[in-house]
Every structure is written in C-alpha cells, then in structure tokens.
C-alpha cells in the first residue's frame, strides 16, 4: 500500500513511517498540517492516508477538515482517522459522501499492530473501521427520523459489530452464535435499509455501516 501519514508529532510521525514499511507499505509522504494533507493526498493519491485530528496552526479539528476538503478534491480517497480525540462534527461530514474507505481509531485504544493493520488495509480497500468509542459519540448526534428504526435489537448490534469493521467470523464469536445466524441477520439489515444484491456484498456492507453511523 501507498500512504500518506499526517501527524504533527514528529516522534509519532516516524514511529507510523517505521511500523508501516514493517509491514510493506510504502510511505510517499509525511506531512505535519491540514494543508500539506490535501497537496499530499492530491498529487500522491494514496492508497490510505492515516491522518491526525489535531494539527496547526489552532489543534482542534484541522486533520478532520482537512481529510474532507482531500476526499471533495480526489473523490473516495480513503482515510484513517488516528487520535486520541473524538470530533464528531467532521467525521459526520467525513462520512457524508457515502463512499465509505473512511476509519476512526483511537491512538490510546490500539493495542494490536495486526489489528491496526488489518483496519487500514479495510479502508484502502473501501471499507469503514470505527473504535466503539467514536460510534457511541456519533451515535448521540442521532437524527428523530432514524431509519434504523425497523432493525431488531439483534440487528442493531450486528450492525454496530460491522462498524467496528469485523468479520462475520468475529462477529459470530462475540455474539456466541454460528456465522450462519449472522448472515442471516445481515441480509434482514439489507432487506431492510433497501440494499439489494446488484450493489454486491461489499458495497452493501458499507452503505449499511453509513447509515448506522449517519442515523
């Protein structure tokens, strides 16, 4: 994979460049603002851009807004959101576009490289990745109409499961049922969120996890 990684902190900065070519990827550019994420992700297009929330000149939000403005200008581009805050107004706006191949983790939270790993390769695939925490943040911000409403209790933590990026397998074993009782469940959630076939399994994955997110 082709990254780019943002992130103010030099040290942190060149311990994801180390941990990242470990494991093959090849980083095309390191950057320390919004701005130079958007030049970055523009001229490199990237397999995956690990960006932090919090970057100059202010530290509060400039990374989220800068992964936006990145995704309007090269549509779809997918980026892993890495901090140690929540920032639920942009990551709303980070997911507005439905494309999927976005990510929310919390730096704190990680505590396996693979599982690190196996969440960017996710999102450079087109897939969504969120830590439990940011899903209950977002999940606060919900709308009245809720067109989740119609899921069962079940379907709503199979759902959330999905969100967090895990496999059916995963989600079996967290639930203590067989991998068969949660195909099941998906296709209810797709039949009900009127995702149908001809989009394909993993388009439909997706677009499930974002209207979660988004509801």
Do not use: W
Request: with cysteine; proline share 4%; aromatic share 4%.
């Amino acid at each position: 994979m082709r990254v780019v990684v943002a992130d103010d902190a030099v040290l942190i900065r060149e311990g994801l460049v180390r941990l990242l070519e470990e494991f093959g990827c090849e980083v095309v550019e390191t950057v320390g603002t919004g701005e130079g994420l958007v030049e970055a992700i523009v001229a490199h297009r990237p397999d995956v851009s690990v960006v932090d929330v919090r970057m100059p000149p202010t530290f509060t939000d400039e990374g989220l807004r800068a992964a936006v403005e990145a995704r309007e200008k090269v549509p779809g581009a997918p980026v892993l959101i890495l901090s140690q805050y929540v920032e639920v107004s942009y990551a709303d706006d980070l997911l507005a576009d439905a494309r999927g191949a976005v990510g929310y983790l919390l730096k704190d939270r990680v505590v396996d490289v693979e599982e690190f790993m196996d969440g960017l390769r996710r999102v450079a695939a087109g897939g969504t990745v969120f830590d439990p925490q940011v899903v209950a943040q977002l999940m606060v911000r919900r709308r009245r109409d809720d067109p989740l409403a119609s899921l069962t209790p079940r379907e709503r933590e199979v759902l959330a499961l999905m969100a967090e990026g895990k496999s059916n397998p995963a989600i079996a074993r967290r639930l203590v049922v067989t991998e068969g009782a949660v195909e099941k469940h998906i296709r209810g959630i797709f039949t009900k969120l009127g995702l149908y076939a001809e989009d394909g399994d993993q388009h439909r994955r997706v677009l499930a996890v974002l209207a979660y997110l988004r509801s």
